[in-house]
């Protein structure tokens, strides 16, 4: 089980972090990942990280500003944002999956619930 939380109102070029904790350990093959859905639109990723805390890949609209990140000890992900812009507002998701990192939503068996960001202009 993931619970995802941090989300909320925040000014362009404001900062958030978000958190995602999973309930039981996390083995050394799983990938964490956190994605976004904006209001009529595809969810999408944001960053992927391998259990050795590897990211290989982020979204060219929030490269250079958003940061994952996990803590194996705390079975958590995080995800800060920086510079945020109006058109980060969305439903940000965690997600974990076993084996290789992806950034295809549909091989992520497991989600968290989602926290709402708003980015105000």
């Known amino acids: 089980q993931l619970q995802a939380s941090g989300g909320g109102l925040v000014q362009a070029g404001g900062s958030l972090r978000l958190s995602c904790a999973a309930s039981?350990?996390?083995?050394?093959?799983?990938?964490l990942a956190w994605f976004r859905q904006a209001p009529g639109l595809q969810r999408e990723i944001v960053a992927p990280i391998s259990w050795s805390g590897a990211s290989t890949y982020y979204a060219d609209s929030m490269k250079g500003r958003f940061t994952i990140s996990r803590d194996n000890a705390k079975n958590a992900v995080y995800l800060q944002m920086n510079s945020l812009k109006p058109e980060d507002t969305a439903v940000y998701y965690c997600?974990?999956?076993?084996?290789?990192?992806?950034?295809?939503?549909?091989?992520?068996?497991?989600w968290g619930q989602g926290t709402l960001v708003t980015v105000s202009s």
């Open positions: 997600a974990a999956r076993y084996g290789t990192s992806s950034w295809n939503r549909y091989e992520y068996p497991y």
């Open positions: 039981g350990r996390t083995p050394s093959n799983s990938v």
